[in-house]
């Protein structure tokens, strides 16, 4: 029964990472463990280029949103505190507008009243 078993296990898990490969969109580096692997000492998270996403730099972070975005043709973004972002993410949220995509930010500034401003292109 145990060998049954574990060979039933090692089939679901070998389907649930084929699942998850092909729901990401096809970008060189970019890995989701989801159980732990057959062959892998990887443990289950999001990679990018063998790091995990979150040991990576602002601008390597961003530089993944904006790959991934463009290969999903996303044309509309959200984002709640713009006020959190460092100059690469607002250099690559004006070139995303540039080419089309639009933002939709809010800057939140703790304590004061909320106000609602449109502009071309966001302020670092």
């Known amino acids: 029964l145990i060998q049954s078993f574990d060979s039933q296990k090692d089939t679901i898990k070998a389907k649930l990472r084929e699942l998850y490969t092909s729901m990401l969109p096809n970008i060189e580096g970019l890995e989701i463990i989801s159980v732990e692997e057959?062959?892998?000492?990887?443990?289950?998270?999001?990679?990018?280029?063998?790091?995990?996403?979150?040991?990576?730099?602002?601008?390597?972070?961003?530089?993944?949103?904006?790959?991934?975005?463009?290969?999903?043709?996303?044309?509309?973004?959200?984002?709640?505190?713009?006020?959190?972002?460092?100059?690469?993410?607002?250099?690559?949220?004006?070139?995303?507008?540039?080419?089309?995509?639009?933002?939709?930010?809010?800057?939140?500034?703790r304590g004061e009243p909320m106000t609602i401003k449109i502009t071309d292109e966001v302020e670092d």
Request: net charge negative; hydrophobic share 45%; glycine share 6%.
């Open 38 to 109: 057959l062959d892998s000492d990887k443990k289950v998270g999001v990679y990018y280029k063998d790091k995990p996403i979150s040991i990576l730099s602002e601008s390597e972070l961003w530089g993944l949103y904006l790959q991934i975005w463009d290969a999903l043709n996303i044309k509309f973004v959200i984002i709640d505190n713009i006020s959190d972002l460092g100059s690469k993410a607002v250099e690559i949220i004006n070139q995303m507008a540039a080419e089309g995509v639009y933002f939709f930010a809010a800057k939140m500034k």
